[in-house]
């Protein structure tokens, strides 16, 4: 009994260092998130997170119990950029724009370099009809499918450090607006025509464009909701040849200043 008191003794000894430790590294996860701010230094690097990962799998060789650790590893590093994005953001993130200007695109860089959650909102909404936006609209009108847009924007408002990626209609509706500036900011991404063809054209679940995909007709669209999204947006942000870590480099930026 004296030897099984004695291991706990020593195991309440070795919780108490690992939560001193996670302390520890959670203040310099802080801490390393203000001086990059304070000296202009790009927030995102996924790099060292593979690094990381590379140096705990090296110190432990080929231990038998390898895999558990660096999956608890991997928790914690997860748990790390949870507490970073709180750091940098203290709202709702809301980025909308014309079809293929990269919304959902940035919003999963987001999500993995932050461990922030995504709400897709076009994804959503079709998992809960059980349909594609296509058939939606085909089936229930648009009108039917811009009420579920707001419908969802409503139930954004007591979330908080939440990426929301919008339709392509959502800003077209003063209601969405309102919704969205309760508990975010807006940041307008945008494209040139000759971008957004070139996005799309292989996609065949965006309704307004099937059948007519031409720069001409783009042009026309982009042209008819630009006010409406420059109203709406506190930042604007070009995708035109940029990769998704210098525009989520922008966003960081211009939501933390």
Do not use: W
Request: aromatic share 6%; charged share 30%; glycine share 4%.
């Amino acid at each position: 009994m004296d030897k099984l008191k004695k291991l706990r003794n020593d195991l309440d000894m070795c919780d108490e260092v690992i939560v001193d430790i996670l302390r520890m590294r959670y203040q310099i996860i802080q801490e390393l998130t203000n001086y990059k701010q304070e000296h202009n230094m790009p927030i995102v690097q996924p790099e060292e997170e593979q690094r990381k990962l590379e140096l705990v799998a090296d110190k432990l060789n080929d231990y038998q119990y390898k895999k558990s650790i660096i999956k608890v590893f991997e928790n914690i590093l997860y748990r790390s950029k949870r507490i970073q994005s709180r750091e940098l953001f203290n709202c709702n993130i809301f980025l909308i724009g014309f079809m293929g200007v990269g919304k959902s695109t940035i919003s999963k860089v987001l999500q993995n370099t932050f461990a922030m959650d995504v709400i897709e909102m076009d994804e959503i909404i079709a998992e809960k009809n059980g349909m594609s936006i296509s058939e939606i609209f085909e089936l229930h009108g648009e009108a039917f499918f811009r009420n579920e847009e707001t419908n969802l924007l409503k139930e954004c408002a007591d979330r908080r450090n939440v990426i929301v990626s919008c339709g392509g209609g959502v800003a077209m509706r003063p209601e969405n607006i309102e919704e969205m500036k309760k508990s975010g900011k807006i940041v307008l991404l945008t494209a040139t025509p000759e971008t957004i063809l070139r996005r799309v054209e292989n996609n065949h679940d965006r309704p307004l464009l099937e059948n007519n995909k031409t720069v001409e007709h783009i042009a026309k669209l982009m042209e008819q909701r630009r006010p409406a999204y420059e109203a709406a947006a506190d930042y604007v942000i070009s995708t035109n040849d940029k990769n998704a870590f210098e525009i989520c480099e922008e966003i960081i930026r211009k939501v933390t200043q």
